[in-house]
């Protein structure tokens, strides 16, 4: 999808931003947002003003009322009411005072959730022109998905793979990335027949699990009679320990995100592992952050551009246009309505 054509106009004096109106206690609902219409904000010195064109939103935005931001070491993700939002967005530079950013550069930065941003010249990435063939896929989760293939779970040629959470924004493309890999079978689990149907018909799964058709453990063993290899894990709870009960000695597991914790607002609940089990069985546990990896992002960039254009992948994703759109984004994804990727349109 092309950004839109934009030439150069005069910058407004108001724009619009989404705030938080109020923290949720429960289910999240578009109530708990409010757009608001505020001042252009003027970049200073080393400073860009970059007229954002698209933004996604992801699980993890769902405002958290945490008592200790710092206890998860992402203190970003606190919003108190009345702060605009944030998140990954796309945007246009459009002044860059005393900085080496030229205006009209694309970049990607943190600002989301607002039409303009003012964005710290060292935060604002410079998109690589035709690295990736549609810009929108510079909004996508593919880097971590790339990590927990490659480096987390080490996929290797004939391994049965099993993905949770294979139908969100991750787990579309990590289940293809095992299979770019030479992953033999894929494997994922989801939140209805629906989003099954989808993995197993258009996504290159081979099998699919869904919450709440029965006991995970039981549909895994039936659809990997032989085990497991690698799990490239984005929800944990019942469902990895379903992936350990059924891994192959030596198997390797990839933890990138706890969705089933995530989203009831406690991501520090635990899950209780018999680490006997994984010493007698050699099975390895990593946490994957993508911080940690940047020097993979230029492999993976290139990977991930090559297999767009050959068509050897997709990249799913569900678009809505305009920012009063993005609470409902955010709202529709938490409940599982999409498959893939939601971005938005500013």
Known sequence: MPLPASTPAAVPATHRQVVLAAQPRDTLT??????????????????????????????????LTLPDPDRFGLPQLLQRPGDPMHGPAVGEVVAAPGTDLAPGELVRHRLGWREYAVVDAAEAERLTPGALPDPAAYLSQGF???????????????????????????????????????????????????????LTEELGYDAAVVRGAGPIEDQLRE???DGIDALFDNVGGEQLL???????????????GALSAQLTGD????????TFDLIARGITLRGVAAFDHRDAYPEYEREFGR???EGAMSYPHTLLRGIEQAPRALCELVEGRHVGAVLVEL
């Open 30 to 63: 578009t109530g708990h947002f409010e757009v608001v219409t505020t001042p252009v904000p003027e970049p200073g010195p080393g400073q860009a003003l970059v007229r954002n064109r698209l933004m996604s939103v992801a699980a993890v935005m769902r405002p």
């Open 223 to 225: 659809a990997a009679p």
């Open 242 to 256: 379903a992936a350990l009960a059924v891994a192959r000695r030596g198997a390797r597991f990839a933890l990138v």
């Open 267 to 274: 991501a520090m609940a635990t899950t209780a592992i018999s």
């Open 307 to 309: 297999a767009l254009r």
């Open 144 to 198: 971590a998905a790339w990590l927990g293939v490659v480096r987390g779970a080490e996929v290797r040629a004939g391994d049965t793979v099993f993905v949770t959470g294979a139908a969100g924004g991750v787990g579309t493309l990590a289940g293809q990335f095992a299979r770019l890999r030479g992953a033999a079978r894929v494997i994922g689990s989801t939140g209805s027949r629906r989003k099954a149907d989808c």
